[in-house]
């Protein structure tokens, strides 16, 4: 694919056949894994251009939206089409977990064991696999309308943002759960561990970036510049710096490390959606524009 360049240092790669470029998670040597939601594919691209393309075995699989690199230079992904967590490994070998009534899973994070948590969206649960196939629910109905996105805790406990509301889900080591709120009313979508074992979450309709310290202390950034956001995904990057999405805006988000101003780059394509880092690279998708663009960053 050829690169574009709209704005300094973002480059940019329009794929030919579309697909509905949704989710990115890291891949080795600064690439990465990106799933096509509309076309039922999953491809590995490189900073040239250069891709590796998976199809799936159903037409039906809707990969994405938020997805989990397995550290060995795989992916884990969620099939909503199809009810299903599935896995790539870097030779392109696909295994799949099919689960149980009418799930329709929208996001997976992977536990420090290896165990593959996953955001039910429409079965208000969120839910886990362990490395023998055995799947445990939690139900979060009454509280969870809409389980949009999961990150599993350094000690082990899982949170689950809700795309219905500012509630949150919170699985402790023992499988008890807890309901909270986050400060400001409007749904959430991608929920993130960084580096200091804080979550920071992506609130579309609120038009803010919230975080979770790790005393558990809720605050929030307020996204302050003319018009709608809607951030929808977050990543962290090496320099401890933090991008976003945002989907609405048609931009990408900054937020240098110890502080709450915000940057922005765009307009870009059409509809950012998922954001991820690879190495010193911050990959991002473009749901719309059918593209998938990359930041260095320091």
């Not at 076309?39 to 799936?56: E, F, H, M, N, R």
């Not at 938020?66 to 009810?83: K, V």
């Not at 082990?156 to 795309?163: H, I, L, M, N, Y």
């Not at 919170?170 to 929920?191: E, N």
Request: aromatic share 10%; with cysteine; proline share 5%.
């Amino acid at each position: 694919m050829t690169p574009t360049h709209a704005h300094p240092g973002v480059t940019e790669f329009v794929l030919a056949n579309g697909g509905g470029p949704t989710a990115v998670a890291a891949a080795p040597s600064d690439k990465a894994w990106v799933t096509l939601e509309d076309s039922s594919q999953v491809i590995q691209l490189d900073k040239a251009g250069s891709t590796a393309q998976y199809k799936l075995p159903h037409l039906t699989s809707q990969p994405g939206s938020y997805t989990a690199a397995d550290g060995q230079g795989g992916l884990w992904f969620p099939e909503r089409g199809t009810g299903a967590i599935s896995h790539l490994d870097t030779a392109g070998n696909y295994r799949t977990c099919v689960l149980p009534f009418g799930a329709e899973p929208i996001a997976v994070a992977l536990a420090p064991d290896g165990q593959v948590w996953f955001a039910d969206f429409s079965g208000s649960r969120a839910g886990r696999i362990d490395s023998s196939g055995k799947i445990v629910y939690w139900s979060l109905s009454g509280h969870l309308g809409q389980p949009s996105g999961i990150e599993v805790a350094k000690d082990g406990s899982a949170w689950v943002t809700d795309f219905a509301s500012n509630s949150l889900a919170h699985v402790d080591a023992q499988g008890s759960v807890a309901f909270t709120h986050l400060p400001v009313a409007g749904g959430a979508f991608q929920i993130y561990l960084a580096m200091d074992g804080s979550l920071w979450i992506a609130q579309e309709g609120a038009d803010r970036i919230a975080r979770i310290s790790t005393d558990g202390k809720l605050s929030d950034i307020k996204l302050t510049s003319a018009g709608t956001h809607q951030p929808q995904a977050i990543t962290q990057a090496k320099d401890g710096s933090f991008w976003f999405t945002e989907s609405r805006g048609d931009r990408l988000g900054h937020i240098v490390a110890g502080s709450t101003a915000v940057t922005e780059i765009g307009p870009l394509g059409r509809w950012p959606d998922g954001i991820a880092t690879s190495g010193a690279t911050i990959w991002f998708t473009e749901y719309y524009g059918q593209s998938i663009g990359f930041v260095d960053s320091p």
